[in-house]
C-alpha cells in the first residue's frame, strides 16, 4: 500500500526484531491515509510526524521524534493562513491580520481540529508522560497536527498542504467567526497600558502546586506595584493569560472612571 514502507522502516529501525511495532504502525498509517484523504508516498515523515519524544523512551529503534516536523508543520501553517487573510481581508492593516492569524493557529484551536481527526488515536507516545494532564494533551496534540502539516508538505507539496489547512483548520473557524474575537489578553494589556504610559505588566507566580503531570499555576499581574489581577491555569502562560483578562477589565474599569 506504501511505497517502500518496510524499507523506510529499516532506515528508521535500528533492528528488525520489533515486528510487533512495525505492524501497529502500519495500522496507523494505513487507518491515517484515509483521514487525510490521499495516498502516503513517503511513510518515513508521517512515522516521525506521529512520533512524539516520550516514545522514543519506550521504542529507541524509532530514533527521531517529529520535534523537527512541528518546527516546519509551523511554518508552513502561518504561512498558507497569512496568505489566506490576506487575500480575504483586503482592507485590513497588518495589526489585524497579526492577531487574527494568531487567533487561527493557537494551541487550543489546533488542538480542537487534532480532537477532530481523532489524532490521539494515531499519535505514539508514553502515556506516563501526561498521566491525566488536559494540558499536556493539547500540547502534544497541537504539536502532532503541525507535524503532520510539516510531513504532506514534505510528501505531497505545498497545495495539498494548502487544502488540508483550508479544509480542517480555516474553513470550520470561519463558519462561527470565532477567531476574529482578540483572546489575547495578555496582548491587549500591554497595549492598554502602554497607550497610557504606564509600567508594563509584570507576571509573579505565587503558587505551583500538584503533581509533575497535572500543575497548576498561580499568577499575580502587577503594574507598578499595584496587583490588577490573579490567574490560574496548567500551565504558566494559560495562567497569564487568565491572570491578564482579570487585569485587562480592572484597568479598563479604572481608565472610564477617570474619564469620568
Known amino acids: ?27 496507523k498509517l494505513e487507518s491515517l491515509e484515509k483521514v487525510l484523504g490521499f495516498k502516503i508516498e513517503d511513510s518515513s515523515y508521517f512515522i516521525k510526524a506521529i512520533t512524539h519524544r516520550s516514545y522514543l ?16 508543520g509551523d511554518s508552513v501553517l502561518n504561512m498558507i493562513v497569512a496568505k489566506y487573510l490576506f487575500e480575504i481581508y483586503t482592507n485590513e492593516g497588518e495589526g489585524f491580520l497579526t492577531k487574527v492569524r494568531s487567533s487561527l493557529v493557537n494551541r487550543d484551536r489546533l488542538y480542537v481540529t487534532a480532537e477532530r481527526l481523532k ?14 494532564s488536559l494540558e499536556g494533551v493539547k500540547t502534544i496534540l497541537a504539536d502532532c497536527l503541525e507535524a503532520i502539516i510539516g510531513a504532506i508538505y514534505l ?35 500591554l497595549e492598554l497600558a502602554q497607550s497610557k504610559k504606564m509600567d508594563l505588566p ?15 499555576f498561580t499568577i499575580d499581574v502587577y503594574i507598578g ?3 490588577y489581577g490573579t490567574g490560574k491555569g496548567g500551565s504558566k502562560k494559560s495562567a497569564e493569560q487568565n491572570a491578564s483578562k482579570i487585569a485587562l477589565s480592572k484597568l479598563k474599569s479604572d481608565c472610564n472612571r477617570n474619564i469620568r
Open 202 to 216: 509584570r507576571y509573579v507566580v505565587t503558587k505551583v502546586e500538584g503533581p509533575e503531570h497535572k500543575r497548576e
Open 155 to 189: 510528501d505531497q507539496g505545498i497545495d495539498t498542504a494548502e487544502n488540508f489547512i483550508l479544509d480542517n483548520l480555516i474553513y470550520p473557524n470561519e463558519e462561527d467567526r470565532g477567531f476574529l474575537i482578540d483572546k489575547n489578553y495578555k496582548g491587549q494589556l
Open 57 to 72: 523512551e519506550i521504542n529507541p529503534e524509532l530514533e527521531k521524534s517529529n520535534e523537527r516536523l512541528e518546527f516546519l
Open 119 to 132: 489524532l490521539k488515536n494515531y499519535l505514539m507516545y508514553n502515556h506516563k508522560y501526561l498521566g491525566d
Open 225 to 227: 506595584d499595584k496587583n
Open 1 to 27: 500500500m506504501f511505497k517502500d514502507f518496510f524499507e523506510n522502516l529499516v532506515k528508521i529501525f535500528k533492528s528488525g526484531k520489533k515486528k510487533s511495532l512495525q505492524k501497529e504502525i502500519l495500522l
